[in-house]
């Protein structure tokens, strides 16, 4: 009988693991074969895993290119050396405008500073396909920008945007539901002076309607921070993209317009809103969540918080306006009583 003889043991090959640990891999190909398909949350979280990971994962290289394919906009000269002045360039400037911001508490202590401009950079996806990109630059210390209300418009009153979207005129609810299910928007303002930078979008829309006239589509992005008035004091960052139909039945772009609106529906002025732009941008939290969900959510709440404080103020005003009734016919009677039985 012949005995089985034992076969050598293998050497590992050049993608084993001796340790078990990733580490081990050469950095060659872990920053050029995995690292670059990574998204920018799970390319932050496999920084945490190790001082090689860390090092890899934070190559500003890698954060640029997750920058520009998730925004177009920052492409653009004029944003891109802006983030180069970031702590951490294009990883700093992820992690300021990526996730949702959650800004509850303003702070009377808290400092603006005079910058000089603002920066905006949008972009519009429909089913996950750039249809709109542009950057807006607007000057912040002019007497026009600190009085006026604070608007933003990327289009011109004659100007619009052809897309390839089929607008279906016969089907109201459909095509507001579909517009509602995949448009998504982007609005990254950006302070220079800060070397901050926040998403004043919700990420998808938070309304959706439709004009039973014109038949124009409008359709809401909102962020709801914590106003300047005191602690149950909120604003509403809205951004408005105003969609119609052109000839062949396709849609087209014809606003896309941000403000910001108080619990009390006044616009807040440049200065106010310069204000609780800097502390949110400044103090805000960044969470991670379902911004179609959540960001909806916190939208509803607010609209029902205005709800209840205009009732209260409508009651209020009923009550104020009955004692004035009151006192005056107590007047009128004391009045001619005393002219009666003087």
Not at 11 to 40: K, N, R, V, W, Y
Not at 98 to 112: A, G, N, Q
Not at 320 to 340: A, K
Request: proline share 4%; aromatic share 8%; net charge negative.
């Amino acid at each position: 009988m012949v005995a089985l003889s034992t076969p050598p043991p293998q050497q590992p090959s050049s993608t084993t693991t001796q340790d078990g640990t990733i580490s081990t891999l050469h950095p060659d190909i872990l920053q050029t074969h995995i690292l670059t398909l990574l998204d920018g949350p799970t390319l932050a979280a496999s920084a945490c895993a190790s001082s090689e990971l860390y090092a890899l994962s934070t190559e500003d290289k890698l954060w640029r290119n997750i920058c520009t394919s998730s925004w177009p906009s920052t492409n653009d000269p004029t944003v891109s050396s802006i983030i180069s002045t970031f702590s951490s360039g294009y990883r700093s400037f992820f992690s300021d405008s990526y996730p949702l911001l959650h800004h509850h508490h303003h702070s009377s202590s808290f400092l603006t500073t005079s910058t000089e401009y603002l920066v905006s950079a949008v972009d519009i996806y429909y089913k996950d396909v750039p249809i709109f990109s542009k950057v807006e630059k607007n000057e912040t210390l002019t007497d026009w920008f600190r009085c006026s209300p604070f608007r933003v418009d990327l289009l011109e009153p004659k100007e619009f945007v052809q897309t390839s979207i089929q607008y279906q005129t016969g089907e109201k609810d459909s095509f507001v539901k579909q517009l509602e299910e995949n448009m998504t928007l982007s609005w990254i303002l950006i302070d220079p002076k800060r070397r901050r930078a926040m998403n004043l979008s919700s990420g998808r829309p938070v309304s959706v309607q439709k004009h039973w006239l014109t038949g124009e589509v409008v359709v809401k992005f909102a962020t709801i921070m914590a106003g300047d008035g005191g602690e149950k004091e909120f604003v509403e960052c809205g951004v408005m993209v105003c969609c119609g139909e052109k000839e062949g039945g396709e849609m087209e772009v014809r606003e896309i317009s941000v403000g910001m609106e108080d619990m009390e529906g006044r616009n807040l002025t440049g200065r106010e809103s310069l204000v609780v732009l800097q502390e949110a941008m400044e103090r805000g939290e960044r969470r991670k969540g379902k911004c179609g969900t959540e960001g909806k959510g916190r939208y509803e709440e607010f609209v029902e918080r205005k709800r209840e404080r205009k009732e209260r103020k409508q009651k209020m005003e009923k009550v104020l306006d009955m004692v004035c009734i009151v006192t005056g016919i107590t007047i009128f009677v004391s009045s001619w009583s005393f002219i009666l039985f003087r």
